[in-house]
């Protein structure tokens, strides 16, 4: 089993809608998650972190954690065509920013005009 | 505001040579990473450091060392470069602060 799992998609969404996009991980002493963004043919971009249950909104982002179920998932209302990308989730068993993550291999998301 | 670079964007070297990748940043940031990341394999941590001549293996750091004598600047050393080490390699500094983590453009690596 993998560290950290995502659904390789791709996840294809209408534009305006939300795009729902899912990351389970093993280890449960991970303390700490992050969502990054990456288009293609370009480096990671942090877009999202959560350190404790329940949700965080920022802007149209909005991420999900239930340590109990070990799932974290992040939500994109009115999806963009700017949205497309590959999204990518990672962990780190400190609960700080700092320390090594584990990344998933991503999900792509296409918005759809 | 650029805030992590990459020395080469593209680079191809031969099998057996010495090849160097350097990663710098100006936000004095404590923490470095070295990853490679790959189709189907996703991204994989090389190395890291948490300071000045400090250097902890990651995942995957069998054929590659680094070096960190300055806090601005962490070295990737491939010392005999091998077809395998063909990837894209990436650099990540985190600060202490909240989403303080940038990844640099990368480095496309072809070792032929």
């Known amino acids: 089993q993998k560290e950290v799992e995502q659904n390789s998609g791709p996840l294809s969404v209408p534009e305006g809608a939300i795009a729902s996009l899912n990351c389970t991980y093993s280890?449960?002493?991970?303390?700490?998650f992050f969502w990054y963004r990456q288009y293609s043919g370009k480096s990671p971009e942090l877009i999202m972190s959560?350190?404790?249950?329940g949700d965080k909104e920022d802007g149209r982002f909005t991420a999900q954690l239930n340590k109990a179920s070990q799932y974290v998932s992040l939500l994109i209302r009115d999806s963009q065509p700017s949205d497309s990308a590959t999204y990518l989730c990672?962990?780190?068993?400190?609960?700080?920013?700092?320390?090594?993550?584990?990344f998933g291999q991503g999900t792509t998301l296409q918005v759809k005009p | 505001d650029v805030k992590v670079t990459q020395s080469s964007r593209y680079l191809v070297k031969r099998t057996g040579e010495k090849v160097f990748l350097e990663c710098v940043q100006d936000?004095?940031?404590?923490?470095m990473f070295w990853y490679r990341q790959d189709p189907g394999l996703g991204l994989r941590l090389i190395y890291f450091s948490y300071d000045v001549k400090m250097k902890e293996k990651g995942d995957i750091p069998e054929g590659y060392s680094v070096s960190r004598e300055k806090k601005e600047r962490f070295s990737l050393i491939l010392e005999s470069a091998s077809t395998n080490q063909t990837s894209m390699y990436l650099c990540?500094?985190?600060?202490?602060?909240?989403?303080?983590?940038?990844f640099g453009p990368g480095t496309r690596l072809t070792v032929l």
């Open positions: 936000m004095d940031h404590e923490n």
């Open positions: 280890d449960r002493v991970s303390q700490s």
């Open positions: 959560i350190y404790s249950n």
């Open positions: 990540e500094s985190g600060g202490a602060g909240d989403n303080e983590q940038f």
């Open positions: 990672a962990v780190n068993r400190i609960s700080s920013n700092t320390g090594k993550l584990i």
